[in-house]
């Protein structure tokens, strides 16, 4: 069985409200890629929304799903976080975050009433989004002797192999990514060029 390497997450930044019982929870759902994302965004919120009492958030990074966290931001300990986490793994996504901030209303919501609460504006953000499938794509430089710029381009040509950061010389490098599960057929017909050298830089 072959792995996947597709994922699906939000396009682009989108907004959800619910009101319950005077409280008003106002969410936005982001698309990241790594966990150095997610501190600007959150600080970002904290000043457009200074009034409200709690900016509370959770999110999903990587294809597999391995990297999380949920943030209750003083609401009792389960009732905020993880139920804006379950809305994000209702949904299948990743690579997202997503902040729920709270102005109160002045009236208790009680524990049940405030997992409804960040749940439902969860869905709210999630549900205003465009839903996207992207691919793991993995990224690498190569350099190759001038001489062989024809048979590498004809082969990134031919795999739709993306590039950047491109330099040509006596010796050319070039900054290429594609999918994971392209990887091996790829990197086997680069290989073979002579003179031709790769470099893994990350997956993403």
Same mark, same amino acid.
């Given at each position: 069985?072959?792995?996947?390497?597709?994922?699906?997450?939000?396009?682009?930044?989108?907004?959800?409200?619910?009101?319950?019982?005077?409280?008003?929870?106002?969410?936005?759902?982001?698309?990241?890629?790594?966990?150095?994302?997610?501190?600007?965004?959150?600080?970002?919120?904290?000043?457009?929304?200074?009034?409200?009492?709690?900016?509370?958030?959770?999110?999903?990074?990587?294809?597999?799903?391995?990297?999380?966290?949920?943030?209750?931001?003083?609401?009792?300990?389960?009732?905020?976080?993880?139920? !804006?986490?379950?809305?994000?793994?209702?949904?299948?996504?990743?690579? @997202? $975050?997503?902040?729920? %901030? +709270?102005?109160? &209303?002045?009236?208790?919501?009680?524990?049940?009433?405030?997992?409804?609460?960040?749940?439902?504006?969860?869905?709210?953000?999630?549900?205003?989004?465009?839903?996207?499938?992207?691919?793991?794509?993995?990224?690498?430089?190569?350099?190759?002797?001038?001489?062989?710029?024809?048979?590498?381009?004809?082969?990134?040509?031919?795999?739709?192999?993306?590039?950047?950061?491109?330099?040509?010389?006596?010796?050319?490098? !070039?900054?290429?990514?594609?999918?994971?599960?392209?990887?091996?057929? @790829? $990197?086997?017909?680069? %290989? +073979?060029?002579? &003179?031709?050298?790769?470099?893994?830089?990350?997956?993403?």
């Amino acid at each position: 069985m072959i792995e996947s390497d597709s994922y699906i997450t939000v396009k682009s930044y989108s907004q959800g409200i619910y009101k319950e019982k005077g409280s008003r929870f106002i969410s936005s759902a982001y698309p990241i890629s790594d966990q150095e994302n997610i501190k600007p965004i959150i600080d970002k919120l904290r000043k457009e929304h200074h009034e409200a009492r709690h900016h509370c958030y959770a999110y999903m990074i990587g294809q597999k799903k391995v990297i999380w966290r949920v943030n209750d931001d003083g609401e009792p300990s389960g009732t905020a976080g993880r139920p !804006i986490l379950g809305q994000i793994n209702s949904f299948g996504l990743t690579n @997202v $975050l997503i902040v729920v %901030s +709270r102005y109160f &209303g002045g009236t208790l919501l009680g524990v049940s009433g405030l997992i409804n609460a960040y749940r439902s504006a969860a869905a709210s953000a999630i549900n205003n989004a465009e839903i996207i499938e992207c691919t793991v794509q993995e990224f690498y430089e190569i350099s190759y002797p001038y001489t062989s710029m024809n048979d590498v381009m004809k082969i990134l040509k031919e795999e739709n192999v993306d590039q950047s950061d491109q330099s040509f010389d006596l010796e050319c490098n !070039i900054r290429i990514n594609f999918r994971v599960s392209f990887k091996e057929k @790829v $990197l086997t017909r680069l %290989s +073979r060029i002579e &003179g031709l050298k790769y470099s893994f830089i990350k997956t993403l």
